[in-house]
């Protein structure tokens, strides 16, 4: 698996263009586009976004029980990278440190869901 996030680049392969996560990005296109579909929760539905963007899958890869490694090929350095775009794009704390017990899809989608509740 390559670096994420087309190695280290939050633009295009090239730099070029607007970045992945900024207003009218990557991202928002593909959760605009998926508004109802990738789950009720819009906070979820951003994080499989997001979770789908940096692992470079298709967001109905990410069935609940894909194992990251096995499955979508996510390593240490991947489900981390993961973490802090989570924390930092959805404005949660707390992820980094829950990573490393992240074994699925589900492990990330419950932890994102448990810190969203924190007030």
Request: with cysteine.
């Amino acid at each position: 698996m390559s670096g994420g996030l087309f190695d280290g680049l939050e633009n295009g392969e090239d730099g070029a263009g607007p970045p992945r996560n900024a207003p009218g990005g990557i991202r928002d296109e593909l959760y605009e586009d998926s508004t109802g579909r990738l789950d009720e929760d819009p906070v979820i539905a951003r994080a499989k976004v997001i979770l789908a963007d940096v692992l470079r899958c298709d967001v109905s890869g990410l069935y609940p029980d894909a194992d990251l490694a096995k499955d979508l090929g996510a390593d240490e350095k991947a489900v981390t990278h993961v973490a802090t775009l989570l924390e930092r794009e959805l404005d949660l704390d707390g992820l980094t440190e829950e990573a490393d017990f992240w074994a699925t899809v589900e492990d990330i989608l419950t932890s994102v869901r448990e810190q969203a509740l924190q007030p």
